[in-house]
Each structure stands twice: as C-alpha cells, then as structure tokens.
C-alpha cells in the first residue's frame, strides 16, 4: 500500500511535469528587481520523525527576484506544533509536545507559468528555536530545545485566482534534528 505523502509528491510532481512539457507556456520578459513583491500565509499538515498530531501556520514574504525574474527569493517565519512519539529504555512512552518557532529565507524557481499555474521549486536555511514541555528528566529533554540550524527544499504550483491573488500547494522536506519533517501546505498569497 502507498502512503499517503509518496502519493501527495507523485500528484504534485506530476502537475510540475504536466506544466513543463505544456509548450503554450508563457515567456516572462520582465527584469530581476529585488523589492517586496508579494506576502503570503499558509497552514500545513506536518508529519514529523518522532512525532505525531504536527501542524504548521506561517507566512512569508517575497522580496524580488535575483539574476532572472523566475527565481526569487523569501523571507519566513513559521511555528509547528507536535506531540512526541518516542519511547525510554522500558519502552513506555514518553509523555509531551514540543515546538518549533522558525524564521529563514529561501529560494523559489519558477519552472513555468502555464495560464493560472506557476509549478515551482525551491530551497532554503533557517534556524530553528525548539521548545518542549518534556520532564526535564527525560533524557531528550534537551534535544527538543534551543536553536538549531535547519535545510529545507520543496516543490509546489500556485494558481491565479485574479491578477493579484493566488492560492499554492506545496511539499516541503525540512531537515531539523530531531524535528525533522515532511509538511503539506496549502496557503494563498496577494501581489502587492
């Protein structure tokens, strides 16, 4: 049986296909120019290694465009909560939740504009501040707190609802020991 997050990037990595090998793709002419170009917020479903019941919220904002006008780059803040899943040396389960408030910037390439549709890609850095309400006598206590440095990379399609806002879904695959997780975002964004 395929799971559910491999069967969400074959959707998502299809659309991203379907567009690209679309030959009516328009052509942006338009010039790089960095300067604030769009804000957005979004909400995620989140499965995390070692944790369960993960959602996300955050928002980012797009600060232009570098080098072509399909890459631009993005300034983010988000917050995930889950609860553990990890067990002590007896196997009994250890009880809590932790968070994550994160602030990062990354990068979005644009692989097409095919009519409303835009597939996209992207990667980016950020750090992470962990905080948990595990007792602090478990010793993973200090795992699921402070700040970390975290990697992420992702892939999505954005559609034009009217020239200035959009709704996009996104895979995103954010590395941050022990909080490592896959999140499913959906969100909307307005073009200023």
Do not use: C
Request: hydrophobic share 40%.
């Amino acid at each position: 049986m395929v799971s559910r997050g491999i069967r969400v990037w074959v959707y998502v990595a299809a659309g991203v296909l379907a567009a690209v090998h679309d030959g009516r793709a328009q052509s942006d002419s338009s010039v790089a120019q960095l300067g604030l170009d769009r804000v957005g917020s979004y909400v995620s479903y989140t499965t995390v290694e070692h944790g369960r019941h993960g959602w996300e919220l955050g928002g980012d904002v797009d600060v232009g465009s570098v080098f072509t006008p399909k890459l631009h780059l993005l300034a983010e803040v988000n917050y995930l909560h889950a609860d553990i899943h990890r067990f002590d040396a007896d196997e009994v389960p250890i009880p809590g939740s932790f968070h994550d408030f994160s602030v990062g910037m990354s990068a979005r390439y644009s692989v097409a504009h095919v009519k409303r549709f835009e597939p996209y890609v992207g990667a980016g850095l950020g750090v992470h501040f962990l905080g948990t309400d595990i007792a602090r006598s478990q010793p993973i206590h200090d795992d699921y707190t402070g700040a970390k440095l975290g990697a992420e990379y992702f892939l999505g399609i954005s559609y034009d609802l009217t020239k200035r806002w959009a709704l996009y879904g996104e895979v995103r695959r954010m590395e941050v020991p022990p909080a490592s997780r896959v999140t499913y975002r959906l969100g909307f964004f307005v073009r200023l």
